[in-house]
């Protein structure tokens, strides 16, 4: 059957080409004594394959094997699930020769050879694909690993685990449905109360052999054939699967999360397997060269005796310290020791390996640079930076970007900690601090997190079917588990607060409650996990800045937290190599001040509107909006501006002589209005104006597509008394500072421009009002006039704009709207399939779609620069604060990127990185 | 006080260089026996003054004077209402000169030369601007004109006539709103009634010095200061008044309906006034070398003995026909006729004249290019031809493409004309048939309009003031005036209905009705009104297709419609010189037929979701979008099948083999839903689901932005089964049309990509259901694949795309909106503003954007065509059909654009005027 899979043509639709390159492709390479691969392989043999070729030539022990290249995968995407042609001799001549090395045939009735078959892609998807163990096992070959190994007991229990995985993972036998029962787990459970075993290992041989019959029967009945006893046919039923489990829900839903291509495809390998279950003197274990969670230098990591890999990481039984080894097999142990050693010199960053024991003899089953959370990222990098690992350059970018943000993540309010009751701990396994409504299913993880609510989702131990509401909740704790657990990778990846193997705590799934002790806590109870602690807390628990903040706002000292050290280097590195500058979005004076403490160096979007929702004014904005002429309107706007005034005055001082980029009015006016008919009437009431009238007015203000309505400079150029209380609201509130003494540096932006008119009409608006300003308080003001780049046309004609502008800020926001004629609050709707179908491989309003939206930046860039070459050029959408987006914006040769606050330190970092690739490509161009 | 305006020193504003040249630069041009300009300076002179100048060159009796250019009217406003500071002495010199040439003094107190002082754009204005006549009179000059003319009473009504016109116009003594009377006619009213006159040709020499005295008082009353009595200070007074009119809201108005940019300006011709009111020797008049109606090759015109030329234009009393002056002056008639001939001689086109005859003697006073209905144009064009005063392609290029289309509108049914009452007749204004609510006021047209009924304007006459009642209106209906009053002239320009001075019909504004010999029509009663015969009917009346089209569907002989053979004419010319395909936009086989009559080569755009909403399909269509999963959605699907393909079949035999361009399904889904609840709930019914859970899913589907929402390839990416349905649909028709041995061309549509993964995926799905289809019905298929262009990343990635697309159609109307970010139902709310302001000349949804949106079409192009060198291009928004855009589409190198139906022998004269036009300027670049 596998012959005739792999025999099978090319389909029509691969052209001549493509199949011509199909046939004489390498599509196999080699590890073990013989090594075809190495670690820069990684794109073509995947993260896991590349890496055992590098482990296999520096001489550490890898079990030997091959891996089937990505290509295949993507060879098989493209053409109806069909393999190249050659593929067939070239597994067939990887098996042999892992034969010849071990010494054992494929199959072999005596002695025969077992693979696993695990996936690997170029980016590590832990726990998303599928593996199978023991592959070559039938019912001949088992007798005769019974035989060599004189362990009857162990060969029936690997052959009946095989059965299993083979049985669910390639021939499809599986639950139904979420009420269903796992059958194979079903068919042990019923075999063991047959034989009033309570464990899986109380069962005999002959109970095992009486469970591989039942197994084999199970097949036959639902799968409607047969257990495969060809060897062959299994090595290639696992092959396919795994490339198959590429395209499962599960995995495409986690490289949506993390932006990997479905084009990347995955790699096989097919490895000889070896064996940590062979008793007391095998083991398995994961371990990291440092600790992942904080980054301290130690060596960090877990094992089971007796067991197989897959065991630990799964989270069923708890593991072993790793430092307990070192009692229970002290070689072993010196041997890992060295290997930690090995690896850290030999890659030059925290790895996370795989190992089994078997009988006392050490094995490399993997290795890879260790995810880490955002603390543990840079402080890894800090100190392997003095312990000369790396240098500063190659430091600055190993933090990714993002991860900064985790160093500023709230923790609990420590005086609300002292008074709160710990009722439980577990392994601490992702930092920070979370509180929120008991959850014990993804489904209503998502169902809380749509409600706007927060939650912390409890499970005994996570699988990847709880990816959903992982992400949706603002925590996750585990019964079960360790460190390493798949709960606990993930939850550190996404930056998640995780508490792991909290085993004093009993979940009842059925009743939706789970026991603590002797307090019992419902679905829908507040609790509170600190994930740097461990600790889990009944109730609600307020959340205190980190030590970063405190002491960027003076209530710490930096002596007293090497987290802030930390933190000071990484940004004293980011603000050498970086050559964008940083600004942020800022709207009140408390959030300008906590983004200078951040690093901001001005303000690049100083967002209006969002001052006219505070307190009374909406009254006078809403009778601005709805005035029925001029006269009207003037008056409601005289309200308004000793409010503005008083806004701008706040954030001018709050800068301190920063530059302040203020964007006049820009939503579509009916933004304001009451949508309640209550509030309706309370307005009309108080603007003496009968109901039905409001009514109508609101009315007459709705628009289809209110994105592209009467908004932006569109209002200021229909009412041009509302950009004449702005700018007077501006220019009085910085004539007051002025004359204190202090400084103020204005740049008044004009929003949504696409015709140069529209600005000239603006600017000379805000001009006259100026030289009034002026005049009435004897002061000097300068400030600068620009526009927001938004539309395509305001990027068509840039040159015509920057006539009259002295900066632009692209509004990457509303530009990847308009460009790709996508309403961000409307594309939910097909997002998700399209990123599934690999058209939009990220969102496009987190990172900048380049290709489109970004020749739109380059080009208004361009056109702006050939008229004004001092052209200030900046971005201030949310792409400003998101590091692949301001890679491009480096590249654009962009002056700033504005973001929120607390993304300054990100886009500080980011730029450094941006920085030193393009300085990097360069060179390489050169 | 005029020294003091003109001396002023130029505005800060303006720039220095600007200030420079505007010293040394010639502001005035004489025309008269001195003439300094000619009919090429329009552009400097306006049209007015620079064929005064002409004519004077020609040696025709044009009275002497001066033009100041349209430069001063610029300079002007961009110098906050100032003029250049050498314009003063440079007027001065021209009234000099005239002076000189007519050999009588400016404020001479014996003889005085006086003065009428016109405004005169680039473009004619009739009646928008102000105009002053006999300035120059004041207390003294006065007694010398009755002296010199031995006519007190002629120089005394003049001295009223002029004090009048100068309070009103320049002094802004005016009705303060719509109750007012207006002042002037108040004061004269007054004192008729109180001599006991009853015309105003009953006032003694006595009464009118005393309406003299009473018209100073009330100026001095009203303005604050006195009517001035120095000739210059009344000069520059009027000049500053003809400049400010460019202002006026109608001027604003009009320009807007005709885009005529504000940047333009007026000039201002100051003339030695000539009388035609003195007495029965003088005369004055306006003529047209043929007619403007029909364009029939007859001198045609109307002149009123003993009149000022205004009394002609604004339709006060009701002029004689012109070859009536054969009789009544038959030497001038005959001075005329020669004239007429050499105008037709020298200007080679239908010229539009004014006259005056003083005392026996014939004056010109204007001439210009004569206004005509699309219907004269097209005779004119293909007579001159003939006649050999224009060459084909001059004669080509002499038609507004519009103008076809006055050819194909509809006339009253004729069997129902039959059946109808003429209650009235009047002048034949503007041809075609109208039926609507008849209303007396702008408003009420408007109010009507709004509500989308339709009306007849009914007035006694018509003012600028009415304009936008004009626009609203179907139809114009006067009492009095003739047909070169101000109603017979817009309404032919706007290719309204008109009929003029029916004068059986009296007018009660005041009881909302009229009365028509014995019947009385009140306000919302139906009229019809036939403007090609003059004649008034009761009720309304069906309208009938014209001749064109009876001929073109066979219901008519070509021999015996002239209008048809002129039609053809034109089209076999346009055809000749045109390189651009025309194709249509049509949905329906009856649409498609008709569009192939008109000429069209191929359908563009076959919206295939206009199909749905016929009949009980609308069912299967909404069970289709509310379909909870695949399966309930392919049944849905499977109902629509047959109806999809038995649309397609029809237009493919219609088409005959010409190409067909189907576009997939486009829309939001929640457009076909129903919205009234009662709808809903009958649906919820059919569909056997509870009310609540189908508005669920109606509710899920609503967009904030449905323009930038799920919709276009979306929808087919998302549910590819759809695209299936309606690629099977299409392949089914073809196959069974090609079984029968006819010729179908399939081009199929994949709407809104914007990156080209969505296209593939399409064309992946498109293509297997080809292969199907053929193979089912056993029948080869060949079918084109392509795609709109229309949000803008599909431009700036059009050579990725055209990697896919066979052809690209670029969809300008939603391009526009993306391109502009801004939406085509909501940009009511500030496109009026935008035009007033200049910033958005022209509306971008009926005329391309050329600067933006062009951009993105020739990016598109251009790049398309990088990487498919026989890529086909069209074009199918609104825009295809548009003279100007299909200038700019031509200059692109589209092959073809695509408009409704009876745009199509709009746009195939449009595509030969922009091949010449192209073709002119090569040749001119040479």
Redesign the interface.
């Known amino acids: 059957m596998a012959k005739k899979v792999a025999a099978k043509k090319p389909q029509k639709k691969a052209s001549a080409k493509s199949a011509a390159n199909a046939k004489n492709k390498k599509y196999t390479y080699l590890f073990g004594v013989k090594t075809d691969g190495d670690a820069k392989m990684r794109n073509l043999l995947g993260g896991k394959g590349a890496n055992l070729a590098e482990m296999a030539r520096i001489g550490l022990p890898v079990p030997p094997g091959f891996t089937i290249t990505t290509e295949v995968c993507t060879y098989f995407y493209e053409n109806g699930k069909k393999y190249p042609s050659c593929l067939d001799a070239q597994v067939k001549a990887g098996v042999q020769s892992v034969e010849k090395q071990m010494g054992k045939i494929f199959g072999d009735e005596k002695d025969p050879l077992l693979f696993s078959v695990r996936s690997g892609a170029r980016e590590s998807m832990p726990g998303m694909m599928d593996t199978i163990l023991n592959l070559g096992l039938n019912d001949k070959t088992v007798e005769g690993l019974a035989a060599k190994t004189q362990n009857p007991r162990f060969a029936w229990d690997c052959y009946r685990r095989f059965i299993q995985m083979y049985g669910d993972v390639v021939m499809g036998v599986q639950a139904r449905n979420e009420a269903d029962v796992e059958p194979f787990h079903h068919v042990m459970e019923g075999l063991k109360s047959e034989v009033g075993a309570r464990l899986d290992t109380d069962l005999t041989v002959d109970a095992l052999k009486e469970l591989v019959k039942r197994y084999k029967a199970l097949i036959k009945q639902r799968a409607g054939k047969s257990f495969p006893q060809d060897v062959y046919e299994q090595l290639w039923g696992a092959i396919g699967a795994v490339f198959g489990s590429w395209m499962n829900e599960r995995a495409i839903l986690y490289r949506q999360k993390y932006n990997i291509p479905a084009s990347w495809g995955t790699a096989v390998n097919v490895q000889t397997m070896v064996f940590g279950n062979k008793g007391e003197t095998s083991a398995t274990g994961v371990a990291f060269t440092r600790d992942p969670a904080n980054g301290e230098n130690q060596f960090y990591g877990e094992y089971l005796i007796n067991a197989q890999g897959e065991d630990v990481v799964a989270g069923v039984r708890t593991p072993h310290k790793i430092a307990e080894l070192s009692k229970e097999m002290p070689k072993a142990f010196k041997e890992l020791l060295a290997i930690r050693k090995k690896l850290e010199n030999h890659f030059k960053d925290m790895q996370d390996f795989e190992f089994t024991i078997e009988e006392n003899k050490l094995y490399m089953l993997q290795t890879r640079n260790g995810k880490r959370t955002g603390m543990a990222a840079v402080r890894i990098a800090v100190e392997m930076n003095k312990e000369r690992f790396m240098d500063e350059k190659t430091a600055v970018q190993k933090i990714p970007a993002d991860s900064i943000s985790s160093l500023l993540v709230p923790v609990f309010d420590p005086a609300a900690v002292k008074k709160a009751k710990v009722v439980a701990k577990g392994l601490a396994a992702g930092p920070g601090a979370a509180s929120g409504e008991v959850v014990f299913t993804a489904a209503q993880a998502e169902l809380v997190a749509s409600r706007g609510r927060k939650s912390i989702l409890c499970r005994e131990e996570t699988s990847p079917e709880d990816l959903r509401g992982m992400i949706a909740a603002e925590g996750i704790l585990t019964s079960r588990g360790g460190v390493s657990s798949h709960a606990a990778l993930v939850a550190r990846q996404m930056g998640k607060v995780c508490i792991c193997g909290a085993s004093d705590i009993v979940m009842d799934y059925q009743k939706r409650l789970m026991t603590v002790g002797d307090y019992i806590v419902k679905e829908g109870d507040y609790i509170s996990i600190d994930g740097t602690t461990g600790e889990i807390f009944l109730g609600e628990i307020g959340t205190a800045p980190s030590e970063v903040i405190r002491v960027l706002s003076g209530k710490m000292k930096p002596a007293k937290s090497y987290t802030y050290r930390l933190f000071e280097t990484v940004m004293k590195w980011a603000d050498k190599y970086r050559k964008l500058g940083i600004r942020t979005n800022a709207d009140t004076p408390e959030q300008a001040k906590r983004a200078v403490q951040f690093g901001a160096e001005g303000i690049g979007l100083c967002r209006t509107e969002h001052m006219f929702f505070e307190g009374d004014r909406i009254d006078a904005v809403r009778e601005m909006i709805l005035a029925s002429d001029l006269n009207e309107r003037e008056k409601a706007l005289k309200k308004l501006l000793p409010y503005q005034r008083k806004d701008f005055e706040g954030i001018f001082k709050a800068m301190e002589g920063l530059p302040v980029t203020i964007r006049l009015l820009d939503p579509p006016l009916h933004e304001f209005l009451p949508h309640e008919s209550a509030a309706r009437n309370a307005l009309a009431e108080k603007m003496n104006l009968p109901p039905e009238i409001l009514a109508e007015r609101c009315k007459a203000l709705e628009?289809?597509?209110?994105?592209?309505?009467?908004r932006g400079c569109?209002l200021g150029?229909?009412f041009p008394e509302i950009t004449k209380m702005q700018a007077r609201a501006i220019f009085e509130a910085a004539a007051s500072l002025i004359k204190k003494g202090k400084k103020v540096k204005v740049e008044i932006m004009v929003p949504?421009v696409?015709?140069v008119?529209?600005l000239k009409?603006q600017a000379a608006t805000i001009g006259e009002v100026c030289e009034q300003v002026m005049k009435e308080k004897k002061v000097r003001i300068d400030y600068m006039l620009g526009t927001m780049i938004?539309?395509?046309?305001g990027a068509?004609?840039a040159d015509?704009i920057a006539e009259v502008a002295q900066f632009f800020s692209f509004g990457t926001n509303?530009l990847t709207?308009?460009?790709?004629?996508?309403?961000r609050?409307?594309?939910g709707?097909?997002l998700g399939?399209?990123k599934e179908?690999?058209?939009?491989p990220k969102n496009p309003f987190a990172s900048i779609?380049v290709?489109?939206?970004g020749?739109?930046v380059r080009i208004g860039a361009e056109k702006g620069r050939s008229v004004r070459k001092d052209l200030k050029l900046g971005i201030c959408g949310e792409h400003g604060g998101d590091p692949d987006s301001i890679t491009f914006f480096n590249d654009v040769g962009l002056n700033y990127v504005s973001c929120s606050p607390p993304r300054v330190p990100v886009a500080r970092l980011a730029a450094a990185q941006a920085a030193l690739k393009a300085e990097a490509a360069k060179k390489s161009k050169k």
């Open positions: 628009e289809q597509n209110p994105m592209l309505g009467h569109r150029n229909s949504l696409g015709f008119q529209e009409f938004e539309v395509p046309r068509l004609t015509e509303d709207q308009t460009g790709l004629g996508m309403s609050d409307d594309a709707s097909f399939r399209y179908l690999d058209i939009l779609d290709n489109g939206v020749q739109l």
